[in-house]
């Protein structure tokens, strides 16, 4: 079936780059998504890539993706407090509304 | 930006209650979702609506039922709580098409006694 899965927790050092990591099944997706949850409020839309590419690079964020593997990671550069979060990635298919989601990788940048 | 707008950030509400939950997008945005969001289960999708008055069930929509009489309002409606519908609700809008980035409110977390 179709599955995304993400570790549950990432913490790192405020100034250290961020990786975190989203393996998923179903390769026919067209987009993939990051998105970032701070406590309490919704998700926030930061990037996302078509399946046709490799990377996509956004000011401090780099999406990288691996088809082969079916893996997509999200690389943070230069990590603040402000980017203590859950992410999400997610996947969207063409013709379609569904999208699937991963369950979160709570990330914690420590001082 | 586009702005999505949930109308409460917490509610309760008690068993056996009919509760609305509304949403609202500023830019026109043909398709828009409802979400609830569990720890360890992720979004599970309730409702979509691709147009006004069209609506479409999600993986979940049991218990939930939902309205769209206006393009940029879409609401959702717990017929009768119970108790295991507490959770955070996550509204989300997209322009026309399918496979286009979604756009999510602040989420309203609802508990039921």
């Known amino acids: 079936g179709e599955d995304v899965e993400q570790s549950l927790f990432l913490s790192v050092r405020e100034g250290d780059s961020s990786v975190i990591n989203c393996t998923y099944t179903?390769?026919?997706?067209?987009?993939l998504y990051w998105y970032k949850q701070e406590p309490g409020a919704g998700l926030q839309l930061l990037t996302y890539?078509?399946?046709?590419?490799d990377m996509k690079q956004d000011q401090r964020l780099t999406v990288l993706l691996n088809k082969k593997d079916k893996h997509l990671s999200l690389r943070i550069a230069d990590t603040q407090t402000g980017d203590s979060a859950i992410y999400f990635c997610?996947?969207?298919?063409?013709?379609?509304?569904?999208?699937?989601f991963g369950t979160g990788t709570r990330l914690k940048v420590l001082a | 930006d586009v702005k999505v707008t949930q109308s409460s950030r917490y509610l309760v509400k008690r068993t056996g209650e009919k509760v609305f939950l509304e949403c609202v997008q500023d830019?026109?945005?043909?398709?828009m979702f409802w979400y609830r969001q569990d720890p360890g289960l992720g979004l599970r999708l309730i409702y979509f609506s691709y147009d006004v008055k069209m609506k479409e069930k999600g993986d979940i929509p049991e218990g939930y039922s939902v309205s769209r009489e206006k393009k940029e309002r879409f609401s959702l409606i717990l017929e009768s709580a119970s108790t295991n519908q507490t959770s955070m609700y996550l509204c989300a809008s997209t322009k026309s098409g399918a496979d286009q980035p979604q756009h999510f409110g602040d989420g309203t977390r609802l508990s039921i006694l």
């Open positions: 830019m026109d945005h043909e398709n």
């Open positions: 997610a996947e969207s298919f063409s013709g379609t509304y569904k999208y699937i």
């Open positions: 890539i078509f399946s046709n590419m």
């Open positions: 179903d390769s026919s997706s067209t987009y």
